[in-house]
């Protein structure tokens, strides 16, 4: 069964460092999501990409933040110099087009911790 | 801002029992809502999806129940098994124009199920 993979798993990074998570969504999707999980916390959605363009991104979205598919497979998002409150889990996902919603499908995660 | 509410963040039952975990919203333009189960360490997977036009949809053991002038969804698992041991997310998403189904996350439910 086709599944979202996400790389790397753990990433630690020095405050104030750039990192990439990357992700595969599936091979047929077409809209691709961020969210990330802070410890503790709940789900929350970071960005939206389709058609090659940013279709919505949340508050916790800000300059720092960007995303790219950079070929027909990859989907990353890069955190342009991190801070302590941006460790936590990020999840990739992604959807096929259909009409009215449908689920999305999650990756693994990637942890990252700043320090 | 609590848009989608678990108010009960653990149950525990018995193996062979039903499990009914809750859900409440208050975005009336919630259209669609899902049910993911999340293992520690991994990333969300969906279960089961319900459309504001309906009021129940089954699969297998699972179902969702959807009362829309409460804002309110229940999943129910029966027979429970200690393999559905996990945190249940509830999320909801507008379909309408331009939102791109981003998803709106509950707390979760860690559900445990007792041999």
């Known amino acids: 069964e086709p599944e979202v993979t996400q790389t790397p798993s753990h990433q630690v990074t020095q405050m104030g460092q750039e990192v990439i998570l990357r992700c595969v969504p599936i091979s047929n999707h077409l809209y691709f999501y961020w969210y990330r999980q802070i410890l503790g916390q709940k789900v929350e959605f970071l960005v939206s990409?389709?058609?090659?363009?940013?279709?919505?991104k949340s508050e916790i979205f800000d300059d720092q933040f960007s995303v790219e598919r950079p070929d027909g497979s990859n989907f990353t998002l890069k955190i342009r110099s991190t801070k302590l409150e941006d460790s936590a889990m990020y999840f990739c996902?992604?959807?096929?087009?259909?009409?009215?919603?449908?689920?999305?499908?999650f990756g693994p995660g990637t942890r990252l911790l700043v320090l | 801002d609590q848009q989608v509410k678990q108010n009960s963040p653990s149950l525990s039952v018995q193996e062979g029992r039903i499990s009914i975990l809750n859900c409440d919203y208050t975005n009336s333009m919630f259209d669609y809502f899902l049910w993911y189960k999340k293992y520690p360490a991994e990333g969300p997977t969906f279960l089961i999806s319900i459309s504001s036009i309906k009021d129940k949809n089954e699969d297998g053991r699972f179902t969702v129940f959807l009362n829309k002038s409460a804002k309110h969804l229940s999943l129910h698992i029966v027979p429970s098994q200690p393999g559905d041991s996990a945190v249940y997310f509830c999320a909801a998403s507008d379909s309408g124009g331009g939102s791109n189904y981003k998803l709106t996350f509950g707390k979760g439910t860690l559900l445990t199920v007792n041999p």
């Open positions: 996902a992604s959807r096929p087009k259909s009409g009215g919603g449908g689920p999305q499908y």
């Open positions: 990409f389709y058609n090659n363009e940013i279709s919505e």
